[in-house]
């Protein structure tokens, strides 16, 4: 059996990309095993995949706004001592950053990561003792596929993309959760699960479109669920029912982890979601998915999988990539969103719901 220790931190898209790379391994190459090193609030993510053996939580994140207390505590030290228990056939960083560099150069085993014109942070790729080029102008989710067939000495011809965590995650699916779901909106036609949060203030979609898309879904018999992580996004959640005529078909949900999230989304028929880390997740799970994109691109970190719809706006600015937009005079903000509107969604989302109808 192969051991294999992956680097992959943070953040929540980044880490469900690595997923693939674990099915692709098992299919190829029969007898492996994985623990992975990950940040403490995405730990749930890799107990998904049936590979994984042990998650080291890391919490970097928190460390180094208290190094002191860390020190103190013993936390660094116990998480060192975990890290380096077992000994490795490889060690790999899916991560290419210096923080996921130096966790790899503390493990016992073989190091391997990007090359210093692959990965994220070039300097990375000095504390690999076997760095590999990969190329940078696709999706990450293949750059990782093929890093990994890289390193462990196999092909990708023949192996279909899979995350391989639909099976594990159906047995996991409670009826509670179904049942909240069906007790909590009038049921109708279909379950439209709307992920309006994010973390860039410019890739927000206007609130006034998810108002006029869940009227617009409502009256074609469809229901609406409502995820939240903050309070700022639990107060939007809870406009966009207000404002709906018939908010008897639009849920609220109640705050969740990642694990019922996760369960939610798989009962739901189809996401519409912004450029946030949770559409990754509905991706991996073959949601259908339209994705909306406003001032960044879906090319090399959008979403990735089966029945994804993108939109992209249509304006010379976009994608300008930045949090902040230049245009604060647009009527809509941030102007990129201005043409991508409800209607050109619900289009999309018809689209995706007949074909996934079809296929069923």
């Known amino acids: ?23 692709d391994a098992k299919k190829a190459l029969g007898d ?23 998650i080291i939580p890391v919490a970097i994140r928190r460390w180094r706004k208290h190094i002191i207390k860390t020190l103190v505590s013993g936390e660094w030290k116990r998480f060192k001592q975990q890290l380096q228990q077992e000994q490795y056939d490889y060690v790999i960083d899916a991560q290419g950053l210096l923080k996921s560099a130096l966790i790899t150069r503390l493990a016992h085993g073989k190091s391997y990561g990007l090359d210093n014109n692959s990965a994220r942070e070039s300097m990375a790729s000095r504390f690999y003792q076997c760095p590999q080029t990969i190329d940078k102008q696709q999706h990450a989710v293949e750059r990782i596929r093929q890093l990994f067939a890289k390193v462990l000495g196999y092909e990708l011809d023949g192996l279909s993309l899979d995350y391989g965590i639909k099976k594990g995650i159906k047995k996991a699916i409670k009826e509670g959760i179904r049942k909240d779901i069906s007790e909590g909106v009038e049921d109708h036609h279909a379950k439209i699960l709307f992920l309006h949060g994010t973390t860039w203030e410019t890739k927000h979609w206007p609130e006034t479109y998810w108002f006029k898309l869940a009227e617009e879904l409502i009256g074609q018999d469809c229901s609406i669920v409502l995820p939240w992580g903050d309070d700022s996004e639990y107060q939007r959640a809870l406009r966009i029912k207000k404002q709906c005529k018939e908010n008897v078909h639009v849920l609220v949900l109640n705050k969740m982890s990642l694990n019922e999230l996760v369960k939610t989304i798989m009962t739901v028929d189809a996401v519409v979601a912004v450029d946030t880390g949770l559409a990754h997740l509905s991706a991996a799970l073959d949601k259908p998915t339209v994705a909306l994109y406003g001032p960044t691109s879906p090319g090399l970190t959008g979403t990735y999988g089966n029945n994804q719809l993108h939109l992209k706006a249509e304006l010379s600015c976009a994608p300008c990539f930045k949090k902040k937009c230049d245009k604060t005079d647009a009527l809509i903000a941030p102007e990129c969103f201005g043409k991508l509107n409800p209607q050109q969604v619900i289009e999309s989302l018809n689209q995706l719901l007949r074909a996934s109808d079809i296929n069923n």
Not at 3 to 23: E, M, Q, R, Y
Not at 45 to 50: K, S, T
């Open 1 to 23: 059996m192969k051991k294999i220790l992956i680097i992959k931190t943070s953040s929540l898209g980044d880490v469900i990309h690595t997923l693939p790379a674990l099915t």
């Open 32 to 54: 492996v095993q994985f623990d992975w090193v990950v940040e403490e609030n995405f730990a749930e993510i890799p107990a998904w995949h049936p590979e994984v053996k042990t």
